[in-house]
């Protein structure tokens, strides 16, 4: 079983990033996902969560900003990050049920 992240960069306070997350390897389909992410000094925090491709939840730092999806491969997600602040720097991680954790991209939003 493989996940990759990927999609992460460095972009100015405003901008938008996508990350991308997919698994590999894994015969079942994965229904449910989080996204995490860690600062520099900080403990993981989550960000976004989605089961079943359409019910998706946000913490409140980040909602109405970011959207999290599924893609239409399977054992593929989506992050889209818009209206990028700096505190939004951190390396993001996909985490889906039942697959280890990855080594997840690097964000940062330079002011």
């Keep these: 079983v493989r996940l990759v992240e990927s999609g992460g960069g460095s972009v100015q306070a ?6 991308s997350c997919a698994v590999s390897g894994y015969a079942l389909r994965i229904y449910y996902i989080d996204w995490y992410r860690q600062a520099p000094g900080k403990e993981r925090e989550l960000v ?5 491709g359409d019910r998706d939840d946000y913490a409140d730092s980040v909602k109405g900003r970011f959207t999290i999806s599924a893609g239409s491969a399977k054992n593929t997600w989506f992050l889209q990050m818009n209206s990028l602040k700096p505190e939004d720097t951190a ?3 996909c985490k889906p049920e039942r697959v280890e ?7 940062t939003v330079s002011s």
Excluded: D, K, P
Aim: without cysteine; positive net charge.
């Design 14 to 19: 405003g901008g938008s990033l996508r990350l």
């Design 48 to 52: 976004a969560s989605i089961i079943n």
């Design 91 to 93: 390396v993001y991680y």
């Design 101 to 107: 954790w990855g080594q997840g991209t690097q964000v």
